[in-house]
């Protein structure tokens, strides 16, 4: 049984540890930091065999990502046999997707230096309808475990009936807004209802609780759609929790997660993540679209896993997802903390518009201070801003200053960053330390 300890005041499940009301705490720092690594689902559906997951492994190799820090190769819905379990009572890979199973496929990916992930859902069926996990949580966490798995990704999908929540939550993309505020109330939840004891929260915590018996780290990574004010318990229930329902390759649909992510920044911090959902880059949006979608999901913190087919992918778009700055920025080791907006732009300050997020971003690092600035329209816009509007910067008149997607320093820049922004692109900086003003 789980016990609590005085000394950590922590909740001690198997050899893990989630801090009472922080964080999930796994074995070997997994989770202290956002995932990298690749999924299935954006750009192959249920269409998946073997030879996929082989393929976008030996990618990472080939392209330079896994030296970026790109690790996991996740399977997403549909590798199974469906509708049955085995005599034990065990999922059955599709052994013609799988011919040598999960663990055969593990084997390989661990042979190349990286890792593999898994799906299911809380729930009677996955969201293709095959064999799911509600009810079943220990058999399948040690299947997995004896499997090879290190991560899973646990999704939502047809909640029996007796285990749907007595209230609702307001979700943006599910209930009607004014400015982000739920206008109709009805079937929502009392102010000061304690999401911990939703259903939901229970459905995901029994697979955490399972997880946390095995002798291998898995990391947690719960699809519950952004329902239950997930925010209240996601952090100590997973690594990190999907905050919105699933991302597309629209554009409109990229700025709408974007905008409402932009409001959960205070989440974030080591060992929890608000996922965005997969990247698109690669998958038809534009490049300077593309430039921004990374720049943003890696400023957020969110987990990055490429979405799209490595073996197309435009060595251009490549580049985009290994810049070396923003992986750096979302994997720093010292500072937890994401990017927050600090200017709107187009709108006043704290405005929720799923077509104009935020513009003006900046963040702390080891490296120096991220400075973003969106262009949220169709054609080139002159975007500026003051050192001393940015939160980071304590006063100062001039900063050496890095420009992120060249790589080239701009030297000892005075009192304000500046650029012309091409249309939906982001202008991005690292802001270094002070420097003398008569070096301008």
């Not at 990055?304 to 070396?324: F, H, Q, S, T, Y």
């Not at 890095?402 to 080239?408: A, F, Q």
Request: proline share 5%.
């Amino acid at each position: 049984m789980p016990s609590i300890t005085a000394r950590t005041g922590a909740l001690l499940l198997g050899s893990h540890m989630i801090s009472q009301g922080l964080a999930l705490v796994l074995d070997d720092n997994v989770g202290r930091l956002p995932a990298l690594g690749w999924n299935s689902w954006n750009r192959f559906g249920c269409d998946i065999t073997e030879s996929q997951f082989l393929t976008a492994a030996q990618k990472f190799v080939d392209l330079g990502l896994k030296d970026a820090g790109y690790e996991y190769v996740n399977i997403d819905d549909c590798w199974q046999v469906k509708d049955r379990r085995d005599d034990e009572g065990r999922m059955v890979p599709d052994p013609e997707r799988f011919p040598d199973g999960i663990s055969g496929t593990a084997d390989k990916i661990h042979d190349m230096g990286l890792k593999i992930g898994i799906y299911s859902s809380a729930g009677d069926k996955t969201c293709q309808g095959y064999v799911a996990s509600i009810r079943n949580e220990e058999t399948d966490a040690a299947t997995w475990a004896e499997w090879g798995v290190d991560y899973l990704k646990y999704d939502n999908c047809y909640i029996p009936g007796e285990m749907k929540d007595e209230c609702n939550y307001c979700v943006p993309e599910l209930t009607k807004l004014e400015n982000g505020t739920c206008v109709d109330t009805k079937g929502l939840c009392p102010s000061d209802y304690d999401y911990h004891k939703s259903n939901s929260a229970k459905r995901f915590t029994a697979m955490r609780d399972a997880l946390a018996k095995q002798d291998r780290t898995i990391l947690y990574s719960i699809c519950e759609w952004g329902t239950a004010n997930v925010q209240q318990w996601g952090n100590e229930t997973g690594s990190s929790w999907r905050m919105s329902n699933d991302i597309d390759p629209s554009w409109k649909r990229i700025l709408d997660i974007w905008n409402q992510n932009s409001f959960q920044m205070h989440y974030v911090d080591f060992w929890g993540h608000p996922d965005a959902d997969m990247l698109e880059v690669g998958n038809g949006i534009t490049l300077p679209q593309s430039r921004s979608h990374f720049a943003f999901w890696a400023a957020m913190k969110s987990p990055l896993l490429i979405g799209c087919d490595l073996e197309k992918a435009k060595p251009e778009e490549i580049e985009v997802m290994k810049n070396r700055h923003l992986l750096a920025f979302n994997q720093d080791p010292v500072v937890g903390k994401p990017a927050a907006p600090y200017k709107w732009g187009t709108n006043p300050q704290w405005t929720f518009n799923a077509s104009f997020p935020a513009e003006f971003w900046s963040g702390a690092s080891s490296n120096g201070t991220l400075v973003l600035m969106f262009n949220p329209h169709d054609d080139t816009r002159f975007k500026s801003s003051t050192f001393s509007e940015i939160p980071e910067l304590a006063g100062g008149d001039a900063y050496e200053v890095l420009d992120v997607w060249s790589d080239k320093s701009l030297g000892c820049v005075r009192e304000k960053l500046q650029a012309d922004v091409e249309g939906f692109d982001t202008a991005a900086f690292l802001v270094g330390g002070k420097c003398e003003v008569d070096e301008v």
